[in-house]
């Protein structure tokens, strides 16, 4: 089945403790991309990436990393996480960048 | 990306047309415009875009005015389960090397509510 996965789906930690959310696609997409979800602000993208090796930052990349060494995976780090991080986390997925992107379940993260 | 402007909300029998206007009069002549929608907390869902000329598919149809400044998702026989956030945002066509077609912004969308 075609998809897009995220790895943990809900996750509590607390301030500063490193964590990584993996995301995961099957689908042989370029284009990969990270959105958080924040209650009046709906989706933000933090970082995309067009291709293995090549990532971008989109509006909110402040406190987050990425990497694309693979091109089925593209993880989110949050080296220092801070409770304004707190939010519901989307990856997705496209064939090259500006097409219909495919959407991954989502991950709730709460940092205390 | 161009900005699009959408309602709030919106209300709808269940059975009858569902009419959602986007606005988004800065689109350049190389963006999409793309329809999504997400119900409750789940990953949002493509439902449908199109470039300047009005497209059906099996979800939805869309109406794309001929200066393109604005457009219209139709759903045309809602149902209880189409109750969701309808977002419309623009973008610039694809293509790997494009590195203007990575950015997206989602903007705060349309909650619609279908009723019985």
């Known amino acids: 089945e075609a998809q897009v996965t995220q790895n943990p789906r809900y996750l509590i930690t607390v301030t500063g403790k490193k964590l990584t959310v993996t995301c995961s696609q099957n689908?042989?997409?370029?284009?990969m991309s990270w959105y958080r979800q924040d209650p009046g602000l709906g989706l933000r993208q933090i970082y995309y990436?067009?291709?293995?090796?090549?990532?971008d930052k989109g509006d909110v990349p402040e406190g987050y990393k990425v990497s694309r060494k693979e091109k089925r995976n593209f993880p989110l780090i949050l080296e220092s996480p801070s409770p304004n991080q707190t939010s519901l986390y989307f990856c997705?997925?496209?064939?090259?960048?500006?097409?219909?992107?495919?959407f991954g379940p989502g991950t709730r993260l709460t940092v205390l | 990306d161009a900005k699009t402007t959408q309602p709030t909300s919106m209300d709808c029998a269940e059975g009858r047309a569902a009419n959602l206007p986007c606005n988004h009069s800065?689109?350049?002549?190389?963006?999409?415009v793309y329809w999504y929608r997400q119900i409750h907390s789940q990953g949002p869902q493509y439902i449908i875009h199109?470039?300047?000329n009005n497209e059906t598919n099996e979800m939805a149809s869309l109406i794309i005015t001929e200066d393109r400044k604005s457009s219209t998702l139709i759903l045309p026989h809602a149902t209880l389960r189409d109750t969701a956030v309808y977002y419309c945002i623009v973008r610039v066509a694809g293509g790997a090397y494009n590195t203007n077609a990575g950015k997206s912004t989602f903007g705060d969308g349309t909650t619609l509510t279908v009723k019985p």
């Open positions: 800065t689109i350049s002549g190389n963006e999409y």
């Open positions: 689908m042989n997409h370029e284009y």
């Open positions: 997705a997925s496209s064939f090259a960048g500006g097409n219909e992107q495919f």
């Open positions: 199109g470039l300047k």
């Open positions: 990436s067009m291709n293995v090796e090549v990532t």
